[in-house]
């Protein structure tokens, strides 16, 4: 299983990057999807959902309505659009996935939101 992620950068306050990731190593459609954040000093959360084929996909409270988690089965990539981003966005974000009894994850690509 291999996730790479890719997209993150330096953005200023409200303005919005799309993160990928793309999934090599196993059957993609097959399996839900998660993008993870970590601050520093700061557990590792989880900000997005999405099942298999993208019809179920849930938010973190401190997210909802401004990030979109989507997916391309036949690209074999999750998106995570963030727009009104915050310096409390700040983080590194991973995507990840479960195949019910290991969960993989990515390398991470770095969010910084500052001015």
């Known amino acids: 299983v291999q996730l790479v992620e890719s997209g993150g950068g330096l953005v200023q306050p409200g303005g919005s990057l799309r993160l990928s990731c793309v999934a090599s190593?196993?059957?993609?459609?097959?399996?839900?999807m998660r993008w993870y954040r970590q601050a520093p000093g700061k557990e590792r959360e989880l900000v997005a959902h999405?099942?298999?084929?993208?019809?179920?996909?849930t938010y973190a409270d401190s997210v909802k309505g401004r990030f979109t988690i989507s997916r391309d089965n036949y690209k074999n990539t999750v998106y995570l659009q963030m727009n009104s981003l915050a310096p409390e966005d700040t983080a590194v974000y991973f995507c990840?996935?479960?195949?019910?009894?290991?969960?993989?994850w990515g390398q991470g690509t770095q969010v910084t939101v500052s001015s």
């Open positions: 190593g196993f059957s993609f459609s097959s399996y839900a």
């Open positions: 990840s996935t479960w195949d019910g009894s290991i969960r993989y």
């Open positions: 999405i099942s298999s084929f993208g019809g179920t996909t």
